[in-house]
């Protein structure tokens, strides 16, 4: 058992989660699993129960995802960890042309995909399927400008960036590769893997993409990494 996947609130009461498997920097919302004290009348006995899955309260939990109510915390890790796997300590990072995904490339199990197309573009339908797959809309411009046909039009904004970065959060624990595209693999889509490589543990990392990829576009990366910041993902 690895005790240090583990973020223990020493704050929780009984029937809230009081420890989380796999958090990615700190966000208690997308953890593997959680464990839930439960209120066993007793002032010198405590009861523990593993859910796989973030906490979502609004969702209904199969009764497959919970363990037995165990009476020792480290019962309950164990049910848990023997039911999710270990995340990858470093995810590779692959940035593809459109028309790569399109004809080329065949996803294997656990990859995920950014696809980034122009506003009100249809996207492309991929070769294979992806584990998940998250479309952005984004132009490929250094600044806002006004245009004459499609008004007021320029790189991602904020509520663009974050939902964004919550899908990636999602599927952080999971995914065995990242993958993006844009129509030339350039500017676009390099921009956002160098700004998630900020706190995601990518291979190639942040200064190897840089290096590989030096004409991405930094107005989506300032703003990605602003998103990050704001989430305490990344510290300014």
């Known amino acids: 058992m690895t005790d240090t996947r583990w973020y223990v609130d020493p704050g929780a009461?009984?029937?809230?989660?009081?420890?989380?498997?796999?958090?990615?920097?700190?966000?208690?919302?997308?953890?593997s699993a959680t464990i839930v004290e439960h209120d066993t009348g007793g002032p010198d006995q405590t009861a523990y129960q593993a859910i796989l899955g973030p906490p979502n309260p609004e969702c209904p939990i199969h009764?497959?995802?919970?363990?037995?109510?165990?009476?020792?915390l480290h019962a309950a890790y164990a049910w848990a960890e023997s039911r999710v796997p270990l995340p990858l300590s470093?995810?590779?990072?692959?940035?593809?042309?459109?028309?790569?995904?399109q004809e080329r490339y065949r996803p294997q199990p656990g990859d995920i995909l950014i696809a980034i197309t122009e506003p009100g573009r249809t996207p492309i339908t991929p070769l294979g399927t992806f584990a998940a797959t998250y479309h952005l809309a984004a132009w490929d411009l250094p600044y806002h400008i006004d245009h004459h046909t499609y008004g007021h039009i320029g790189p991602i904004t904020l509520q663009d960036a974050t939902p964004l970065l919550e899908f990636v959060l999602r599927h952080r624990n999971t995914m065995s590769k990242l993958v993006l595209y844009c129509h030339a693999s350039i500017a676009r889509s390099p921009a956002v893997a160098i700004?998630?490589?900020?706190?995601?543990?990518?291979?190639?990392?942040?200064?190897?993409?840089?290096?590989?990829?030096?004409?991405?576009?930094r107005a989506m990366y300032r703003t990605l990494c602003q998103a990050a910041i704001e989430k305490a993902l990344t510290k300014t």
């Open 63 to 72: 009764p497959d995802h919970r363990s037995p109510i165990v009476t020792h």
């Open 195 to 217: 700004a998630l490589s900020e706190w995601l543990p990518t291979e190639p990392h942040t200064s190897a993409l840089i290096e590989r990829y030096p004409c991405f576009n």
């Open 90 to 101: 470093t995810i590779p990072a692959a940035i593809y042309m459109e028309i790569e995904i």
């Open 13 to 31: 009461i009984p029937g809230e989660p009081c420890a989380y498997l796999d958090v990615p920097s700190g966000q208690l919302d997308y953890a």
